[in-house]
Structures are given as structure tokens and as C-alpha cells.
């Protein structure tokens, strides 16, 4: 059990916002698996002061997709006042602010991770939002800037005084970018830092990796990105293996098959089937993964413009489980 301000959820692994991925479709994927929280892909406050068509796409939801956190990209207070006007009341049901983007064409804005260089302004940030929020706040940062300059317990101790509701934190360096080794101790030291709760980031993509990460950090939570990339049933793996210590086999063809459908569907309703396609073609490749001799079927997906197309690429990977049935290891 977690809680996150009045939000309590029953299993503490949630799907972590992620910028071209986690949209309405995907979402709802995860979630009939068992992701009890997801979250909007970064949005940024001045589009949502302008509320394009871009920006409201990124917001929409229904019903079915709560409790659903909105994380922002921002660093000027007026602006993330402004946004918060814009945002339909009960819509969403918590904010994140993102110190966690590595990206340079955001830092050098000093938006996302450069806000890890000024913890002073971070906490004015969340501040500021706490203040005008109706939701909880939470934030979302990295272990620090560089190797140099770790500073995550400093800044988790400043947003905690913000009078945030939980920190997420992503357990590499904003040097890392997304490779190399997850610090667990840095991780630890946030959790022995503050009071509120803490969701961990970083390597969550096998269950086993997931229960280290709480083994080794003492974290509240975590939360699930690349892990799920392709492979949305971590969540129920990441239960079974939570609760009872038992590693559940990965999803046999048919179920593999109903689920990319299912995706195929959600995206065509949401996009429309030119847009809804081109997206699922990057899925087509990450739920394929491991399944050997696929790549000229990929190659075809790739190319294919139609939903009809995709759904007869899809059908086809029946071919692939009767030729062997030990090839599905992804
Ligand atoms: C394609 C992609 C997009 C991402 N976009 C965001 C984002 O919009 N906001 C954010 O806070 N983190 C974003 N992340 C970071 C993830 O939420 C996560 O913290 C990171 O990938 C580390 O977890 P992992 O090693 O389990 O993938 C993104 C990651 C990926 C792979």
C-alpha cells in the first residue's frame, strides 16, 4: 500500500511518465495490467497556457485511466500559476514537476534536470504549485548533475519543506542521461532524507530487479519505464513476484497478439489510423523483441501504412511460435 496525498494505492509500482510513449492508449494498456498509477508524458506549462492541439491531445483521459498524474516542465512561477488555470478540475489527479529531464535542448532553458543546479528555485517552483494545487504535488529528480555534484538528499530535503506529497527520484546523474550503473545508495540516503514517500526510477525492468531496487533502497515505491516498453504485463509479473515470490512465465503468442491488438485499437480511436499507425510501428518493434527471425516482418511492419496491414503483420507472428516454441525471451 502507498499513499501519495489522498491518493492510496494498493500496489506501489506505477508507470513512469515517458515523453512519445506514454499516451491515453498505452496507459490503458498498462493499466489492464495492473498499473494502479500512470502518467502524461512531460507537458510543458507554456503549451498549456496556449492549450494547443498538441497539448490537449497530451492531456486527454477517461474515465478509466485514474488516478492519472500530470508532470510538468517548467521554471518560472507565473507561467506554472498560469497552466494550473488552463488544467480542467478533475481531470487528473496529481502533479509532477520534472528536475529529471537530461535532455539539452530542455536544461539549456534550465528546465528539467538543470533545476537540480538550483535547489532554492526548485523549491520556490513546488511551492508555488503546492500552493495553487487542488491535487498533491509531487517532483521528479536524478541523483544530481554530475558525478561531481551529487546533490538528490539536499534537493529531496528542499522539496519536502515545498510541502510536496512524494519524490520521485531516477537513480542516475543527469550525465548519465539513461545509461550506465543506477546508484541504489544515493536512492537510500533520499528515503533516510525526508519523510515522504519515495518512488524509485532506474533499471525497474524485470521483477527481480524491481524487488532489488526496493531491497536495496528501502524506497516506497517505484516506477516502471523502459521495463514496459513492449512488455506491459511487468506489472502483473512485478505483483506476482512481489507478493509471492514467484517469477510467472511471459504471455504465450495469443495473449501477445490480443494485447498488440488491443493497442493498435486504442491508438487507432485516439489518433485516427495515419497518426495511430505511424506510432505503432516503434511498439511493433519493442513487443517483438526476442522473438527470433521476426526481423523481416518487422521491417515489413515498419512500412506498412494501414491498420489492415499491421493487423495481418500481427497475426502472422502465429507463424513465428509454431516454428519455435522456445524463441519468445523477450
Ligand atoms: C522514451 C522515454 C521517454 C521518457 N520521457 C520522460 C518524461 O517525459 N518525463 C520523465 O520524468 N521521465 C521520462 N523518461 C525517464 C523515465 O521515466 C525513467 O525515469 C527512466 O527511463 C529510468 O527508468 P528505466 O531505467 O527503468 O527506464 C523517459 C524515458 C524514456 C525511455
Keep these: 500500500m502507498l499513499t501519495i496525498g489522498n491518493i492510496t494505492l494498493s500496489i506501489p509500482c506505477m508507470l513512469a511518465p515517458m515523453a512519445g510513449v506514454s499516451d491515453l492508449p498505452f496507459r490503458l494498456i498498462t493499466r489492464s495490467f495492473g498499473a494502479p498509477l500512470a502518467f502524461t508524458e512531460m ?21 478509466d485511466d485514474r488516478p492519472l498524474g500530470i508532470q510538468l516542465l517548467a521554471n518560472d512561477a507565473e507561467l506554472i500559476a498560469k497552466a ?14 520534472n528536475a529529471a529531464c537530461p535532455t539539452p535542448k530542455i536544461t539549456r532553458k534550465g528546465k528539467g534536470a538543470a533545476l537540480l543546479r538550483e535547489p532554492r528555485k526548485l523549491r520556490e517552483l513546488l511551492k508555488v ?55 541504489y545508495r544515493v536512492i537510500r540516503e ?33 516506477a516502471i519505464a523502459r521495463g514496459s516498453l513492449g512488455n506491459p504485463w ?16 511471459r504471455p ?25 499507425v505511424g506510432i505503432f510501428h516503434k511498439f511493433f518493434i519493442w513487443y517483438t523483441r526476442g522473438i527470433q527471425g521476426t526481423k523481416p516482418l518487422r521491417d515489413r511492419a515498419f512500412r506498412t501504412e494501414t491498420r489492415d496491414g499491421l493487423i495481418s503483420a500481427i497475426d502472422e507472428l502465429r507463424t513465428f511460435d509454431k516454428a519455435d516454441r522456445g524463441t519468445f525471451t523477450a
Design 84 to 97: 494550473l488555470g488552463s488544467l480542467e478540475k478533475d481531470t487528473f489527479d496529481l502533479l509532477d514537476l
Design 252 to 276: 504465450g503468442i495469443d495473449e501477445r497478439i490480443t494485447v498488440m491488438k488491443d493497442h493498435l485499437d486504442l491508438l487507432f480511436r485516439h489518433y485516427g489510423e495515419k497518426r495511430g
Design 190 to 222: 533520499v528515503k533516510e532524507a525526508v519523510k515522504i514517500p519515495v518512488i524509485a526510477s532506474g533499471d525497474n525492468i524485470t521483477a527481480p530487479l524491481i524487488k532489488k531496487m526496493f531491497d536495496e533502497t528501502g524506497c516506497n515505491g517505484v
Design 234 to 249: 511487468i506489472f502483473r509479473e512485478a505483483i506476482q513476484f512481489l507478493l509471492g515470490g514467484v517469477q510467472c512465465g
Design 43 to 63: 507537458i510543458d506549462v507554456s503549451g498549456l497556457c496556449h492549450m494547443d492541439k498538441r497539448t490537449r491531445h497530451m492531456l486527454s483521459s477517461t474515465p
Design 129 to 183: 504549485l503546492v500552493d495553487r494545487s487542488t491535487v498533491p504535488v509531487t517532483v521528479k529528480i536524478r541523483t544530481g548533475w554530475d558525478q561531481d555534484s551529487i546533490n538528490a538528499p539536499e534537493i529531496a530535503r528542499h522539496a519536502e519543506d515545498a510541502g510536496i506529497s512524494a519524490l520521485f527520484i531516477h537513480g542516475r546523474t543527469k550525465a548519465q542521461g539513461y545509461s550506465g550503473a543506477v546508484d
